[in-house]
């Protein structure tokens, strides 16, 4: 499987321009220049970036040069820190993988907006795509529900063939239904090029990951589950990617993990353990991957409830 250079150890920088409340104040404030070089004495070589697609479309469909400028921002203070960017739309319009907290429905069944999706990764293509050596592109977070591969499929394609007759080298992330889940990876088609990664998201098990998870209903708040008890090992997370593993290689691919990480219930040493056996799978296998989150978020990595094990835990990423 093709090692992702550039783009093997990172961090996500979410709730910054995506999962957020849009005002100034927040997008002004919550990620400056100072966390990107943080970041960098963290020893990671990218930062993936999430955002939405109304930091960037005014409400008529044109494009907010002042939401472009976050992006413009992230790219360069990267770059001066030597850092990489995925540049990761989270949400666009008619589709958000959080069902609780977004009101975007039709997506996967509506031209026009599926129109809109091409066109804003045109922009997107036009203003950064000649950046091959800093910046890669994530077309779309977390795609939902098993229905929608097949119309997912058709889009992707129709989508980086519009990004490749203006960006025709730049790395593209593609991942799955399930929420990016690394045993639907191989439900995906063949990489339209050698620059077509697959992508997965793994919380898993999520009973231990998600524990105390205030905004699912797939767990109970209350219920604790110690590392010894989650069945998770370098075994265990072999086995689920293992699909995925195949994936890659039968089509000589890359494979990225774009989310993984333990909510801020878990113990700080039981975190450890966590990050120890999944970190072992990705370095066996050359599996690049961003750590959820930076900071706060429920899952921040700069919390400090976890200043007794950050240095060891940052070794894990």
């Given at each position: 499987?093709?090692?992702i250079n550039?783009f093997?150890?990172g961090?996500?920088?979410?709730?910054w321009?995506s999962?957020?409340?849009?005002?100034?104040?927040?997008?002004d404030?919550f990620?400056t220049?100072k966390?990107?070089e943080?970041?960098a004495?963290w020893g990671?070589d990218?930062?993936?970036?999430?955002?939405?697609y109304?930091?960037?479309?005014n409400?008529d469909g044109t494009?907010?040069?002042?939401?472009f400028?976050?992006?413009d921002?992230?790219?360069?203070?990267?770059?001066?820190?030597?850092?990489n960017v995925?540049?990761?739309l989270?949400?666009?319009?008619?589709?958000?993988?959080?069902?609780?907290?977004?009101?975007?429905?039709?997506f996967?069944?509506?031209?026009?907006?599926q129109e809109?999706?091409y066109?804003?990764?045109?922009?997107?293509?036009?203003?950064?795509?000649?950046?091959?050596?800093?910046v890669?592109?994530?077309?779309?977070?977390e795609v939902?529900?098993?229905e929608f591969?097949?119309?997912w499929?058709?889009?992707?394609?129709?989508?980086?063939?519009r990004?490749?007759?203006?960006?025709?080298d730049?790395?593209?992330?593609?991942?799955?239904?399930?929420?990016?889940s690394?045993?639907?990876?191989?439900?995906?088609?063949?990489?339209?090029?050698?620059n077509?990664?697959?992508?997965?998201?793994?919380?898993?098990?999520?009973?231990?990951?998600?524990?105390g998870a205030?905004?699912?209903?797939?767990?109970i708040?209350?219920?604790?589950?110690?590392f010894?008890?989650?069945?998770?090992?370098p075994?265990?997370?072999?086995?689920?990617?293992?699909?995925?593993?195949?994936?890659a290689?039968e089509?000589?691919?890359?494979?990225y993990c774009?989310e993984?990480?333990?909510?801020?219930v878990?113990?700080?040493e039981?975190?450890?353990?966590?990050?120890k056996?999944?970190?072992?799978?990705f370095?066996?296998h050359g599996?690049?991957?961003?750590?959820?989150n930076?900071?706060?978020?429920d899952?921040?990595l700069?919390d400090e409830?976890?200043?007794?094990?950050?240095?060891?835990l940052i070794?894990?990423?």
């Amino acid at each position: 499987m093709r090692k992702i250079n550039g783009f093997n150890k990172g961090v996500n920088f979410g709730g910054w321009l995506s999962q957020c409340n849009y005002e100034k104040e927040h997008l002004d404030t919550f990620i400056t220049e100072k966390d990107f070089e943080i970041a960098a004495s963290w020893g990671v070589d990218h930062v993936r970036v999430p955002f939405d697609y109304n930091i960037l479309e005014n409400k008529d469909g044109t494009y907010n040069n002042d939401g472009f400028a976050y992006l413009d921002m992230a790219i360069e203070a990267s770059k001066k820190n030597g850092l990489n960017v995925i540049l990761d739309l989270h949400k666009t319009a008619g589709f958000s993988f959080d069902y609780y907290g977004e009101d975007e429905s039709g997506f996967f069944d509506s031209k026009e907006y599926q129109e809109r999706f091409y066109r804003l990764w045109e922009e997107l293509a036009r203003r950064f795509g000649s950046m091959t050596s800093n910046v890669a592109f994530e077309l779309l977070n977390e795609v939902t529900d098993a229905e929608f591969i097949d119309t997912w499929n058709s889009i992707v394609r129709e989508c980086i063939s519009r990004i490749r007759k203006i960006a025709p080298d730049i790395l593209i992330l593609v991942g799955s239904y399930h929420n990016n889940s690394a045993d639907t990876v191989q439900f995906l088609d063949e990489p339209f090029d050698k620059n077509v990664i697959y992508n997965m998201h793994c919380y898993e098990p999520l009973k231990f990951t998600h524990q105390g998870a205030y905004w699912t209903t797939a767990i109970i708040p209350e219920e604790r589950i110690p590392f010894e008890e989650s069945v998770t090992s370098p075994e265990y997370f072999e086995q689920l990617f293992s699909t995925a593993i195949a994936k890659a290689e039968e089509y000589g691919s890359s494979l990225y993990c774009g989310e993984y990480g333990c909510i801020d219930v878990v113990s700080p040493e039981d975190t450890i353990k966590w990050y120890k056996a999944i970190n072992s799978v990705f370095e066996k296998h050359g599996i690049g991957r961003a750590a959820w989150n930076y900071k706060a978020m429920d899952f921040g990595l700069s919390d400090e409830r976890l200043n007794n094990v950050h240095n060891e835990l940052i070794k894990l990423l």
